[in-house]
Nanobody
Framework: QVQLLESGGGLVQPGGSLRLSCAASGRTFSTYAMGWFRQAPGKEREFVARITWRDDSTRYVDSVKGRFTISRDNAKNTVYLQMNSLKPEDTAVYYC???????????WGQGTQVTVSS
């Protein structure tokens, strides 16, 4: 069992920045990857970014490449999402997730709201 807690969401103007954090607790020793997803009203949940725990391999959805950076602190079991040059289209609830196996996510946080608006 893994518990996840996201933080760092809020209201920001277009072009601004936010940094999301996700702290994992519980049985995290088998973590393969931690990632971020988001869901906007009326939209399906979409993948945003992920990082593997052992080799630091990162992957991003095309729409955030060059603007978002995912990073992690293995000792703290924490993953971060630095979001720069935010656009209104980035408005969504952002969810942290942990994958134990390859290619799937097994645990999810409660979500944190990110609103980009002037």
């Amino acid at each position: 069992q893994v518990q996840l807690l996201e933080s760092g969401g809020g209201l920001v103007q277009p072009g601004g920045s936010l940094r999301l954090s996700c702290a994992a607790s519980g049985r995290t020793f088998s973590t393969y990857a931690m990632g971020w997803f988001r869901q906007a009203p009326g939209k399906e949940r979409e993948f945003v970014a992920r990082i593997t725990w052992r080799d630091d391999s990162t992957r991003y959805v095309d729409s955030v490449k060059g603007r978002f950076t995912i990073s992690r602190d293995n000792a703290k079991n924490t993953v971060y999402l630095q979001m720069n040059s935010l656009k209104p289209e980035d408005t969504a609830v952002y969810y942290c997730a942990v994958g134990v196996g390859v290619g799937a996510y097994d645990y999810w946080g409660q979500g944190t709201q990110v609103t980009v608006s002037s």
